[in-house]
């Protein structure tokens, strides 16, 4: 079993829908997660980051935590034809200096107008 | 604020040959540094991570090396490339002390002939 299991999509959606994204781990140590989004040829980019279990909310983004579940989901409201991109979840177990990110493949979202 | 900088964004080069790629850090002081590999179809794999000047961890057994010569400077080599040295190297800084809030830069990518 992987780590992190995250389902490649594509996920096509029309402009103004909610998008789910969604990742399933099976490394019950990960308290650290993360959600990067990657344009084409570009890097990473943090979105958000969630400590435990839990939500948390940034404008149209709410990323959840479900730790009994060891699932994360990570919601787009009112989503842009911007937010067209791939969406990267990442988790760690601990926040020190050297930690390395474990990360899903990822999920490409493709938003039409 | 803080920004990444990683050169040259495209690199083609023939098998068997010499490889440097180059990161600095601007706007922060002594930062964790990381070299990430992200092949097509797998999800970003850490290669190297820095601590400090001169310190340098090796995640996986591979072709390539890291050194870090200045504080915000981060070199990733290799003596002889390999066909399956093709990728998207990026690399990643994070807060003194901390490793899970990593910020990316635009990353290297690398085709092998």
């Known amino acids: 079993q992987k780590e992190v299991e995250q389902d490649p999509g594509p996920l096509s959606v029309p402009e103004g829908a909610i998008v789910s994204l969604n990742c399933t781990y099976s490394n019950s140590a990960f308290q650290y997660f993360m959600w990067y989004r990657q344009y084409s040829r570009k890097g990473p980019e943090l979105l958000m980051y969630t400590y435990s279990s839990g939500n948390k909310e940034d404008g149209r983004f709410t990323a959840q935590v479900d730790k009994s579940s060891k699932y994360i989901s990570l919601f787009i409201r009112d989503s842009q034809p911007s937010d067209s991109a791939t969406y990267l979840c990442?988790?760690?177990?601990?926040?020190?200096?050297?930690?390395?990110?474990?990360f899903g493949k990822g999920t490409t979202l493709s938003v039409s107008s | 604020s803080q920004t990444i900088h990683q050169w040259p964004a495209t690199l083609v080069q023939p098998v068997g040959s010499p490889l440097s790629l180059e990161c600095t850090v601007e706007?922060?002081?002594?930062?964790?540094l990381y070299w990430y590999r992200q092949a097509a179809g797998r999800g970003l794999q850490l290669l190297f991570y820095s601590v400090g000047i001169g310190q340098i961890s090796s995640e996986v057994p591979q072709n390539l090396s890291a050194s870090r010569p200045q504080d915000r400077q981060f070199i990733l080599s290799s003596k002889k490339l390999l066909l399956s040295d093709s990728g998207f190297y990026l690399c990643a800084w994070s807060v003194p002390g901390t490793g899970t809030l990593q910020h990316f830069g635009d990353g290297t990518r690398l085709s092998i002939l």
């Open positions: 990442a988790m760690s177990p601990a926040n020190q200096a050297g930690t390395a990110l474990i």
């Open positions: 706007g922060t002081s002594n930062p964790n």
